[in-house]
């Protein structure tokens, strides 16, 4: 089966549409999506960034949250700006990438993007991720525990790694194959280019 | 009539497919362009980037010459990589601006993108502007003197200083109305918005 790998991170607002719209989409062209949290920081960090772009660059930040709406207004999914942002995603982070391929990853996903960009929660309070686990039936303590682990946290940054190695620089981020696509409005072209991969190899990288 | 502002800059790589298919699709919407010539490096600069910030940061780069291949591909537009990038278009967006509503304006403004990005000449040299004004059929020597003017450098100065105010932070943009659209593929969206703008008002800015 074609697969597209699906690079998110909590804290970034065009990933929040892409990780609405991706399952839909994909099932519709039969291709598996592969979820892959990863955090932006330690790249924009290694560049120079104390902060967002979108807080450093104003003009590109007021443009964005416009876009943002507007955005959401064509797929049809609430928006509410966050009264803070970025927030700090990092544990919602280490529990996606270490339950990476449990049925429920993707409940969660967009649960922690529904807190962060529609219920103006704060997704670093470990009682939001509390909540969201408990509404999804699981066993909170046991995940939250789990993602203070040693070895949670060598996943995720080992993820981290990953991600820079592969030349990502932003999210969200689509890999079709080693085909690299950055920013939401290429999910389709993502996913199309899964179904003809083999016709168009790639030269990236 | 309804019009669609486009600002470009020549040494911006997406702005060469923005200039090559803005024509073709406005006639189709019945939309008028008018094109904006301006500078990315004073805004760049303000914002402390000394050079393109594909050049800065490198996986954005990388990403970049991939994703044009790709994108010039698709609308079987030629692209050769220049070997310098980028290249100064001061001359050359100081004449876009002086002749802004001079009919042979977007017939220089491609035969620059073209000499950028698919000859790979120096669009800074006196000499390829000459010829691309000669090529049309134009007075070169004038033109080219008349872009030397104060007048023609005060033109070009008021255009950046209208560019910041509209929040305009890279190229290619569109503004339909006060709509504002960043990016090459953002042209249909922003084309759509002037045949409905106004039952979208924006509250951009």
Chains 1, 2 share one sequence.
Not at 69 to 78: A, G, K, S, T
Not at 129 to 151: F, G, K, R, W
């Amino acid at each position: 089966m074609k697969h597209l790998d699906f690079w998110f991170e909590f804290a970034s607002t065009y990933s929040y549409p892409a990780a609405m719209r991706i399952e839909k989409l994909a099932a519709e062209r039969g291709v598996k999506v592969r979820w892959h949290a990863f955090l932006l920081g330690p790249i924009f960090k290694a560049q120079g960034w104390r902060d967002s772009p979108f807080n450093l660059f104003p003009a590109k930040g007021n443009y964005m949250w416009h876009d943002m709406q507007r955005v959401c207004q064509r797929y049809n999914l609430p928006f509410v700006k966050p009264s803070r942002f970025p927030l700090n995603g990092l544990q919602a982070a280490r529990i996606a990438c270490w339950y990476q391929d449990a049925k429920w990853l993707s409940a969660f996903v967009k649960a922690v993007f529904q807190a962060n960009f529609v219920k103006d929660l704060n997704i670093a309070d470990p009682a939001v991720l509390e909540q969201i686990l408990n509404d999804l039936q699981l066993d909170a303590e046991a995940i939250l525990t789990q993602a203070q682990s040693v070895e949670s946290k060598a996943r995720l940054q080992a993820a981290n790694q990953q991600a820079v190695r592969l030349g990502i620089f932003g999210a969200p981020f689509f890999i079709a194959g080693q085909e690299p696509f950055w920013g939401q409005d290429q999910l389709e072209l993502a996913l199309d280019w899964c179904l003809h991969s083999e016709a168009n190899l790639s030269s990236f990288g």
